[in-house]
Nanobody, 130 residues
Framework: QVQLVESGGGLVQAGDSLRLSCIILGRTSNMYTMGWFRQPPGKEREFIAATNWNSTTTYVADSVKGRFTISRDNAKNTVLLQMNSLKPEDSAPYYC???????????????????????WGQGTQVTVSS
């Protein structure tokens, strides 16, 4: 059983920063592609960022590019999402996701599709006030 545990969410003001952390329990994270999605209430699930097992390939959604950065520390079985210049429209629960790494490269279509990821965390809430 793969378990993902997120932390780092909270209530901040517009322009502030947060760093989300996700640890994969019971597994070695370098066997997994990992990423982040969010889903504001009443809206569709949205891809945020993903990274392959050794961070040589990363994808970031256009809506957050230049503000959000994904990174990972396999020694700590952790993936991070650094979020800067937060806006009220960034408010949502943020979900950590993972899939066992494939033999080929991580493609954008794979990275950005929620069905790619069989493993999901419980989510951490980010709320940005104006």
């Amino acid at each position: 059983q793969v378990q993902l545990v997120e932390s780092g969410g909270g209530l901040v003001q517009a322009g502030d920063s947060l760093r989300l952390s996700c640890i994969i329990l019971g597994r070695t994270s370098n066997m997994y592609t990992m990423g982040w999605f969010r889903q504001p209430p009443g809206k569709e699930r949205e891809f945020i960022a993903a990274t392959n097992w050794n961070s040589t390939t990363t994808y970031v959604a256009d809506s957050v590019k230049g503000r959000f950065t994904i990174s990972r520390d396999n020694a700590k079985n952790t993936v991070l999402l650094q979020m800067n210049s937060l806006k009220p429209e960034d408010s949502a629960p943020y979900y950590c996701v993972a899939k066992i790494r494939g033999l080929g490269p991580l493609t954008p279509a794979q990275a950005m599709h929620d069905l790619t990821y069989p493993y999901w965390g419980q989510g951490t809430q980010v709320t940005v006030s104006s």
